[in-house]
């Protein structure tokens, strides 16, 4: 996972992990995408503290962590709270990214 930059979000197309790095649940929330990533072998996923960006989040009414936000077009598509289980993630990769998916059936 790559910490998000600046220009990644105003761009407005992307997964970010929203977390704290006192949070255990969020610990575990990582693990699931960072094993998704590794399946891939690429970032699917950008990172951001919680503790840096609070005006992103009050903008973006973020309202706990963990957080999936789920950006297209400058717009919030989803926001994930109960990631549950990596099979629960692919759902949202299957309709948000599905490009993913064609390039491993290549």
């Known amino acids: 996972m790559q ?11 992307y997964l970010l992990f ?3 790095p006192f949070c255990g649940t969020c610990h575990v929330a990582r693990a699931m995408l960072e094993k998704i990533e590794s399946i891939h072998q690429q970032t699917i996923f950008f990172e ?4 840096y960006y609070a005006d992103y989040l009050q ?4 309202e706990s962590v963990p957080c999936l936000l789920i950006m297209e077009q400058g717009e919030v ?10 099979a629960n993630i692919y759902t949202y990769l299957y309709e948000y ?9 290549q």
Do not use: C, W
């Open 18 to 20: 929203i977390f704290s």
């Open 97 to 105: 990214k599905p490009e993913i998916f064609q390039e491993k059936m």
């Open 3 to 13: 910490q998000i930059t600046k220009e990644q979000l105003q761009d407005g197309n």
């Open 48 to 51: 951001m503290n919680a503790s």
């Open 77 to 86: 598509k989803e926001k994930v709270y109960a990631f549950r289980s990596i």
């Open 59 to 62: 903008e973006h009414k973020v």
